[in-house]
């Protein structure tokens, strides 16, 4: 996620365009995809309970990326994608 908000922040410095709304598009990898949900779901121990499902369901309706003012796309078809 530290990644996505660093390449946000860039992105926004230079102006660059975004969609209707303000936020940009990702194309990730399934491998990157699994990082992320694997951050949101070390996030916060023991104190919400199960952060792996909350991880998924908010990786799957948007709500990471809308958090980090980017929208994921998940494909298979990336050059250098790990």
């Not at 996030?43 to 709500?63: E, K, Q």
Request: charged share 10%; hydrophobic share 45%; aromatic share 6%.
């Amino acid at each position: 996620i530290v990644a996505v908000a660093q390449g946000v922040a860039n992105l926004r410095s230079a102006n660059a365009p975004t969609l209707p709304g303000g936020q940009y598009v990702s194309v990730i990898s399934p491998a990157y995809e699994f990082k992320i949900n694997e951050q949101i779901s070390l996030a916060g121990g023991s104190a919400i309970g199960s952060l792996r499902d909350v991880g998924n369901r908010a990786l799957t309706s948007g709500l990471v990326g809308q958090a980090a003012g980017v929208v994921f796309f998940r494909s298979n078809n990336l050059p250098d994608a790990a």
